[in-house]
């Protein structure tokens, strides 16, 4: 018999297409963003504990830890405000996840579901553009690390080299290198990027563990580096610094938050996604946290300053094998997190502007490329710019877009969606034009309330001290949580009060 394309719910809630023969000449349909098939959803616990693993030990979770230390605080306290972050951003995390693993669907087509068609565009193309950030950052510190390494090996020539915009030559050199190196196995598909995480991702825990090691013979033990006091104190000056700061830690993930369903659509169940990410998140940023946390107060107590990069620390190091062991595997471990968190969302998001045009290898390009153009050596160069302009300003922009999906997805729709709908002009999702006028006022005017308020301390960033709008300067402490709230409420307010479509369960033969 004919198969039409009707979604199948299996007894565990996953849901797929009997046929997507009737989907598959839409213009809002190519095979990388169609549902995964139930026999491909094989990811186990393991498999998601596994990927965090890979994604959170990298250099740049790595001078997220270590720049609290740089902004004054203790170890105690950069701990727990880490900690705390990653516990809040892991529940809008696991209530999108939800929809990867019973749709087989990645983000920006859940997107469609609240955005429309076309309008999920808007969210899938923030998220890009964020990760094209990332990706150039990520790209940076290893190259930073390649520099350091090759430095140790060949001499002062190459680290005293003339200076190029700021920079050692040599310094743009390795930063190139290491952009071509992603590039080429990007250009092999995401094939060669599972591959390649199996064997890299443990690379890193290594890396740090080593300096980690050095730091604490040289300091002698643990005493000096827990003893080593807070700037803040516990007062005024500490909140002042912790309220930004923990909205920092939450956006520094608020990206997987978004787009976690372009991995969780493989997923075994629902059970093995979520404890796969419960055992995942936590652990692997609590673990690289406290190593950076000990080892950059342990530079505190050696060198009399917070040396939050981990390739300048190690460039202090006495022993060039050392330097070149740790940093070897940092470098690899970057390139495994970079490729899994930073390429697999925007090539998913950029097809989705363009289905029938562009692949998953030309969406990695194309962050390759704006990854260098957005300059990613300005925004790590200062704690201050990396952590209140960077991700508190995006943090607080993609928290209205969770708001948006955690509203319709659980509240309006009740997890009820017409998977084939997803994927076609004229259907349940195609609202005015392909666009949704409800979703776009809540994530603008939910933005608008989380960053309208932005300022930045004078000499230190670029907002004006009286915050672009000064009536909202108090809520840009808490950007993230005003926007995810304010998203939320106005979508419930402005959505329509009808009935979500059930999926339906079909027998085939």
Same mark, same amino acid.
């Given at each position: 018999?004919?198969?039409?394309?009707?979604?199948?719910?299996?007894?565990?809630?996953?849901?797929?297409?009997?046929?997507?023969?009737?989907?598959? #000449?839409?213009?809002?349909?190519?095979?990388?963003?169609?549902?995964?098939?139930?026999?491909?959803?094989?990811?186990?616990?393991?498999?998601?504990?596994?990927?965090?693993?890979?994604?959170?030990?990298?250099?740049?979770?790595?001078?997220?830890?270590?720049?609290?230390?740089?902004?004054?605080? #203790?170890?105690?306290?950069?701990?727990?405000?880490?900690? /705390?972050?990653? &516990?809040?951003?892991?529940?809008?995390? &696991?209530?999108?996840?939800?929809?990867?693993?019973?749709?087989?669907?990645?983000?920006?087509?859940?997107?469609?579901?609240?955005?429309?068609?076309?309008?999920?565009?808007?969210?899938?193309?923030?998220?890009?553009?964020?990760?094209?950030?990332?990706?150039?950052?990520?790209?940076?510190?290893?190259?930073?690390?390649?520099?350091?390494?090759?430095?140790?090996?060949?001499?002062?020539?190459?680290?005293?080299?003339?200076?190029?915009?700021?920079?050692?030559?040599?310094?743009?050199?390795?930063?190139?290198?290491?952009?071509?190196?992603?590039?080429?196995?990007?250009?092999?598909?995401?094939?060669?990027?599972?591959?390649?995480?199996?064997?890299?991702?443990?690379?890193?825990?290594?890396?740090?563990?080593? &300096?980690?090691?050095?730091?604490?013979?040289?300091?002698?033990?643990?005493?000096?580096? &827990?003893?080593?006091?807070?700037?803040?104190?516990?007062?005024?000056?500490?909140?002042?610094?912790?309220?930004?700061?923990?909205?920092?830690?939450?956006?520094?993930?608020?990206?997987?938050?978004?787009?976690?369903?372009?991995?969780?659509?493989?997923?075994?169940?629902?059970?093995?996604?979520?404890?796969?990410?419960?055992?995942?998140?936590?652990?692997?940023?609590?673990?690289?946290?406290?190593?950076?946390?000990?080892?950059?107060?342990?530079?505190?107590?050696?060198?009399?300053?917070?040396?939050?990069?981990?390739?300048?620390?190690?460039?202090?190091?006495?022993?060039?094998?050392?330097?070149?062991?740790?940093?070897?595997? /940092?470098?690899?471990?970057?390139?495994?997190?970079?490729?899994?968190?930073?390429?697999?969302?925007?090539?998913?998001?950029?097809?989705?502007?363009?289905?029938?045009?562009?692949?998953?290898?030309?969406?990695?390009?194309?962050?390759?490329?704006?990854?260098?153009?957005?300059?990613?050596?300005?925004?790590?160069? #200062?704690?201050?710019?990396?952590?209140?302009?960077?991700?508190?300003?995006?943090?607080?922009?993609?928290?209205?877009?969770?708001?948006?999906?955690?509203?319709?997805?659980?509240?309006?729709?009740?997890?009820?969606?017409?998977?084939? #709908?997803?994927?076609?002009?004229?259907?349940?999702?195609?609202?005015?034009?392909?666009?949704?006028?409800?979703?776009?006022?809540?994530?603008?005017?939910?933005?608008?309330?989380?960053?309208?308020?932005?300022?930045?301390?004078?000499?230190?960033?670029?907002?004006?001290?009286?915050?672009?709008?000064? /009536?909202?300067?108090?809520?840009?402490?808490?950007?993230?949580?005003?926007?995810?709230?304010?998203?939320?409420?106005?979508?419930?307010?402005?959505?329509?009060?009808?009935?979500?479509?059930?999926?339906?369960?079909?027998?085939?033969?």
């Amino acid at each position: 018999m004919a198969h039409s394309p009707v979604p199948v719910t299996p007894t565990d809630g996953r849901v797929e297409l009997a046929d997507d023969a009737a989907i598959a #000449d839409s213009r809002f349909y190519n095979p990388e963003l169609a549902p995964v098939p139930l026999e491909k959803r094989t990811w186990t616990t393991y498999n998601f504990f596994a990927l965090w693993m890979g994604m959170a030990h990298n250099i740049p979770s790595y001078t997220l830890a270590a720049s609290l230390i740089a902004l004054g605080m #203790d170890w105690v306290q950069a701990f727990l405000t880490i900690t /705390l972050g990653n &516990l809040i951003v892991l529940v809008p995390m &696991l209530l999108n996840s939800h929809a990867g693993t019973k749709y087989g669907i990645p983000f920006p087509v859940f997107a469609r579901s609240f955005y429309g068609v076309r309008g999920a565009n808007l969210p899938a193309l923030l998220r890009a553009f964020i990760a094209c950030g990332w990706f150039g950052i990520q790209t940076w510190v290893g190259g930073e690390a390649l520099y350091v390494i090759v430095g140790k090996l060949v001499g002062g020539g190459w680290t005293n080299a003339g200076a190029v915009g700021g920079q050692p030559w040599t310094l743009w050199l390795s930063f190139a290198l290491f952009w071509v190196a992603q590039m080429l196995i990007i250009w092999r598909g995401m094939d060669a990027i599972r591959r390649f995480e199996n064997w890299t991702a443990p690379l890193v825990s290594v890396g740090f563990l080593i &300096l980690l090691v050095y730091v604490l013979v040289k300091a002698g033990g643990f005493g000096p580096i &827990l003893s080593e006091p807070s700037k803040l104190g516990w007062g005024q000056g500490f909140w002042a610094v912790f309220a930004p700061s923990l909205m920092a830690m939450i956006a520094f993930w608020s990206t997987l938050s978004l787009n976690m369903p372009d991995f969780t659509r493989f997923g075994g169940s629902q059970r093995k996604q979520f404890w796969g990410q419960i055992l995942g998140l936590p652990t692997t940023m609590s673990f690289i946290a406290i190593v950076a946390i000990l080892t950059t107060s342990g530079a505190v107590s050696l060198y009399g300053e917070a040396i939050w990069d981990p390739a300048q620390l190690a460039a202090r190091f006495d022993s060039p094998a050392l330097v070149v062991v740790a940093l070897v595997a /940092l470098v690899l471990a970057t390139i495994s997190a970079n490729l899994a968190a930073n390429v697999v969302s925007p090539s998913y998001d950029f097809s989705n502007a363009a289905p029938k045009r562009v692949t998953f290898a030309t969406g990695g390009l194309i962050t390759g490329v704006l990854g260098v153009l957005i300059q990613p050596w300005r925004l790590i160069s #200062d704690p201050h710019i990396y952590i209140f302009t960077w991700l508190g300003f995006y943090g607080g922009v993609l928290a209205s877009v969770a708001g948006v999906l955690i509203a319709g997805y659980w509240v309006v729709n009740r997890t009820r969606l017409a998977l084939p #709908d997803l994927y076609l002009e004229n259907g349940k999702y195609w609202y005015t034009g392909g666009w949704n006028w409800r979703a776009l006022v809540a994530t603008v005017v939910g933005a608008v309330i989380a960053v309208g308020g932005a300022y930045s301390a004078p000499g230190t960033g670029p907002f004006p001290a009286e915050g672009l709008i000064p /009536l909202l300067k108090p809520l840009y402490d808490y950007s993230w949580v005003a926007g995810l709230i304010a998203a939320f409420l106005l979508y419930l307010a402005l959505a329509p009060r009808t009935s979500a479509t059930p999926a339906v369960t079909v027998a085939t033969n």
